[in-house]
């Protein structure tokens, strides 16, 4: 099972790490003024984009090493996928729309893209905490090498 979980997670690392090369395209023409467009904006979604899925690549390769029940393992697994799809899809929107997302208010676009910053916050929380449980749970099913 931990092999499926980390090909998943891989694969989604890939379509993440994709969306973040594909909005640092984009930034490349805003920078070049090309097209309109605020470099920030496009700096973020590059960034955050191709940052996150190597984050869900680092968090693939523990999960062999973690002590959690499969329901947990699979809550760890997919709340960094949606981290990884909230933090590449949810900027590159902010950029297209020139919006933020700091605050709950109109228009639309400004909801969706707070959102999406408010539902990879949470789901990032939650997986990192699993993660340390996980890692805690091995640590004291094992020998303590320190103690010796």
Wanted: charged share 10%.
């Amino acid at each position: 099972m931990n092999n499926e979980l980390r090909l998943f997670m891989i694969r989604h690392a890939g379509i993440v790490i994709l969306i973040g090369s594909l909005a640092g395209l984009v930034y490349n023409f805003v920078i070049s003024g090309d097209i309109p467009g605020s470099i920030g904006s496009w700096h973020l979604a590059h960034l955050q984009g191709v940052m996150t899925g190597m984050l869900i690549l680092a968090v693939s390769s523990c999960v062999g090493h973690l002590i959690l029940d499969p329901k947990k393992l699979h809550l760890l697994a997919y709340c960094f996928v949606v981290t990884g799809y909230c933090y590449s899809v949810g900027p590159v929107w902010g950029a297209v729309f020139r919006v933020r997302g700091l605050k709950p208010v109109a228009p639309l676009s400004n909801i969706l893209m707070f959102a999406s910053n408010s539902i990879a916050s949470i789901s990032v929380v939650i997986g990192i905490a699993l993660m340390i449980y996980g890692s805690i749970k091995r640590h004291s099913s094992s020998t303590n090498p320190i103690q010796k």
